[in-house]
């Protein structure tokens, strides 16, 4: 009588200590899998390839068509303002491409191919490494640089230098100048 009894409780006992640790496998597995994943890139690299492209280039002529009309018609007032805006467009690409300045504009154009590289690479958010002002050891960064810049119609020499700013670290915001180049 005393084997029949001790019989289900080991049962029981050794059922439950299984069912436990396949329980806690299981979690563990799951919240690994569950990890958030975010992509991270280089803006620099990312502002460099836009620079270097042909969208980049095509945005340029109606602001060189509208300078050139101001010239022929010998518009001081309106070729200073496009001037101006030409220097500050100057200051900020430098600011985007050698330092961590936002590229938030450049981003924009490429907005729709953003959740094909997120799906791609696996990640939840895509974000500047430079405004990834924390992570969460249990979140994991993606790298997705090389994935945005190639959304971009570049030359070879754009995606060399993308590359290569990349292999140095950002000037800080303060130090860049309007004559860098």
């Given at each position: 009588m005393r084997n029949t009894v001790e019989f289900p409780k080991r049962f029981i006992v050794s059922s439950t200590v299984a069912?436990?640790?396949l329980t806690g496998a299981t979690a563990r597995a799951q919240s690994q899998t569950n990890r958030l994943r975010i992509g991270v890139y280089d803006s620099r690299a990312v502002a460099v390839a836009y620079a270097?492209?042909?969208e980049f280039r095509e945005s340029l002529k109606a602001v060189q068509?509208?300078?050139?009309?101001a010239k022929a018609v010998k518009d001081e007032k309106?070729?200073?303002e496009i001037e101006a805006r030409m220097k500050l467009g100057q200051r900020r690409m430098h600011e985007e491409g050698f330092s961590t300045g936002s590229v938030?504009?450049?981003m924009a154009k490429i907005k729709e191919a953003l959740p094909g590289v997120a799906k791609k690479a696996g990640v939840q958010a895509?974000?500047?490494k430079w405004e990834l002002n924390y992570q969460s050891p249990e979140a994991e960064a993606v790298e997705v640089t090389d994935e945005l810049v190639a959304l971009f119609h570049t030359s070879d020499q754009g995606r060399e230098w993308a590359k290569g700013i990349r292999a140095k670290p950002p000037l800080p915001i303060?130090?860049?100048t309007d004559d860098m180049d």
């Open positions: 069912l436990c640790l270097n492209s042909t068509a509208d300078y050139q009309k309106r070729m200073k938030a504009g450049i895509v974000v500047s303060e130090e860049i």
